[in-house]
């Protein structure tokens, strides 16, 4: 099959809102010449295409993008996540958790890839947006119980004190493959990042609280954004009506 002819396509569905039918395409190109063959495409694709694709995770099936795609080409693809405004972050916690927790999968690399990427802990912040009660209780206490925190805040600097203390909870005693998991990750093997995502966390939460409008999206020009809504019903794409996103990764 014609890798370019195939990218034109997988485009041209995306585009179209088929997104169901855009992976079936790549699945057919693995079926048909292997997983090398769909490595070498996924790397041509443009990141909001591949993003097209993996955020749309259904735990019902595995999919073969999602155990293929890189830390790399996951973290570029994350990044961008914003873009649908997916208020309830369920896709962007769907497709993190099912990429960085497969099976074969390092979740360190994708945590270190994400990280090195400007916009990447913000993305994580989006992650755990609904869970910042808890990470706070995490990061000051060592355990997720918010009953157990006494609410007050820890400096930076307190937190970069603390960022190599024995764990208080193993991993082997949250490994749910979802927020609390990579929240001991970070915690404990991304410390940095941990720090980073976590004043990004605060900020949100002070905007929230404050009444301000998370992302600037109260604003009623026209910013390329895509309502969630809209995409999981297939009508719109970021790939289709924005084709420079990656130029600003």
């Given amino acids: 099959m014609n890798h370019l002819a195939l990218i034109a396509k997988t485009q041209t569905l995306i585009a179209a809102g088929d997104i169901v039918g855009a992976e079936s395409a790549l699945v057919e190109l693995a079926d048909a010449e292997g997983d090398a063959a769909l490595m070498v495409v996924l790397d041509l694709l443009p990141p909001k295409d591949i993003l097209a694709v993996i955020r749309e995770y259904d735990n019902s099936r595995e999919s073969v993008v999602n155990l293929l795609v890189t830390p790399e080409q996951f973290a570029r693809a994350v990044v961008i ?26 979740p360190l690399e994708f945590l270190h890839a994400i990280g090195d990427l400007e916009g990447g802990s913000e993305a994580l912040a989006d992650y755990f947006t609904e869970k910042w009660s808890r990470i706070e209780s995490f990061a000051r206490t060592g355990t997720f119980d918010a009953m157990a925190d006494t609410g007050e805040l820890l400096s930076k600097t307190a937190l970069q004190a603390s960022a190599y203390v024995k764990p208080v909870v193993e991993q082997d005693e949250i490994a749910d493959r979802d927020w609390m998991e990579l929240a001991w990750l970070l915690r404990h093997q991304c410390p940095d990042l941990f720090i980073e995502m976590l004043s990004v966390l605060r900020a949100k939460a002070r905007a929230h609280d404050l009444g301000e409008a998370e992302d600037e999206e109260d604003i009623e020009e026209d910013d390329g954004k895509v309502e969630t809504g809209d995409t999981d019903r297939g009508k719109a794409t970021p790939a289709a009506r924005d084709s420079d996103e990656e130029s600003a990764i």
């Fill in 81 to 106: 996540e914003k873009q649908y405004k997916d208020l309830t972050r369920t896709h962007l916690r769907g497709m993190v958790n099912s990429v960085i927790f497969r099976e074969d999968a390092d």
